[in-house]
C-alpha cells in the first residue's frame, strides 16, 4: 500500500522552498486543472466577474439545461460555494450564491416539478444558511435583498414537501424583520 502524507508534512517541505519555487509550484498547479485556475484567480485577481463565474457555475450545477447531459448536483454546487467562500472570503459574494442555489433550485422545482425529499431538504437548509449569512452583512445589503426575497418566496411557496411553507414561513419572517418600523 502506498504511503499517504499529511499536510504537516507537505507543510514542513514547503516552509523551506524559496519564492521562486513555490511561485513554481503554484504555476503548475494553476496549469492542472480548471478547479484550480478558477480558485487561484478569485483569491488573487478579485473582482465581480469571478463572482458572476461562481453563480453561472452554481446556477448550471443545481439547475442544469433540461435538455443536456448533466444532471443536477447538489453536491457541485455546495462545493463551489465553499471554494469561492475559502478563496475570497467574500461575504456578501457568498450569500449571494447561496441564494443563486435556492433560486435556481426553487425554480427548477416550480417548472418542472421535483419529488425528491433529498433536494427539498438541501433547498431548505441552504435558505437557512443563507439567511444566517445575510443576517451578518451591514443593514444596507440586506435590505437591497429585499425584493429578491419577497419573488422567491412567492414564487416557491406552493411547493410541496413542507419546502414551499417552510420557504414562504422563513423568507417572510426574515423580510418582517428587516422592515423598518
Not at 421535483?114 to 443593514?139: K, Q, T, V, W
Amino acid at each position: 500500500m502506498a504511503k499517504t502524507y499529511s499536510w504537516n508534512e507537505v507543510k514542513r517541505r514547503i516552509q523551506g522552498s524559496g519564492a521562486e519555487q513555490l511561485l513554481a509550484v503554484i504555476g503548475d498547479l494553476y496549469q492542472l486543472n480548471s478547479d484550480n485556475r478558477r480558485f487561484l484567480e478569485a483569491r488573487f485577481l478579485t473582482s465581480e466577474a469571478n463572482l458572476e463565474r461562481y453563480c453561472l457555475l452554481v446556477s448550471e450545477a443545481i439547475f442544469p439545461d433540461p435538455f443536456g447531459r448533466h444532471k443536477t448536483s447538489i453536491a457541485e454546487a455546495k462545493r463551489l460555494i465553499r471554494e469561492y467562500e475559502k478563496a475570497t472570503g467574500d461575504a456578501a459574494g457568498v450569500t449571494e450564491l447561496k441564494l443563486t442555489f435556492v433560486e435556481r433550485g426553487t425554480i427548477q422545482a416550480v417548472e418542472f416539478g421535483c419529488d425528491d425529499e433529498h433536494y427539498f431538504g438541501a433547498m431548505a437548509s441552504m435558505i437557512s444558511s443563507a439567511i444566517a449569512s445575510l443576517r451578518e452583512l451591514p443593514d444596507d445589503i440586506r435590505r437591497r435583498h429585499i425584493p429578491r426575497l419577497e419573488t422567491l418566496r412567492d414564487r416557491g411557496s406552493k411547493l410541496g414537501w413542507g419546502y414551499g411553507d417552510f420557504l414562504y414561513d422563513a423568507l417572510e419572517e426574515f423580510i418582517l424583520a428587516e422592515r423598518p418600523d
